[in-house]
């Protein structure tokens, strides 16, 4: 699959970039050329490879154990702790430089 130069311009309205025809032009080429690459690293054989280095091998997991029980954290029970009462919404827009008694009130940004 190749990216276009309509593919490019509607990416670029979707993130309200202005791109000019050169820059355009370059990012083509440029998307094309990874996705040459990539299809190039997919005709590899690579199922004797062993794999090099594991994420969750490196941060806060316990290596003396094994299998699923190293990855226990990760399905632990969602328990809030220190459970604290939260803002009520006159007290939340009470400090609230403008607001309508329900919402705070805040200046457009984004604008077309």
Do not use: C, W
């Amino acid at each position: 699959m190749k990216v276009t130069e309509k593919d490019v311009t509607y990416v670029a309205d979707l993130a309200n970039l202005e791109l000019s025809g050169e820059e355009r032009v370059g990012m083509v080429r440029d998307l094309n050329s990874i996705l040459d690459y990539i299809e190039m690293l997919n005709q590899l054989d690579t199922s004797n490879v062993e794999p090099m280095a594991q994420v969750s091998d490196r941060y806060g997991v316990d290596q003396s154990k094994q299998g699923s029980e190293r990855f226990a954290y990760a399905n632990r029970e969602d328990v809030i702790e220190g459970l604290r009462k939260s803002l009520s919404q006159e007290s939340a827009l009470a400090n609230a430089p403008d607001g309508d008694g329900t919402f705070f009130r805040v200046p457009k940004v984004i604008e077309r």
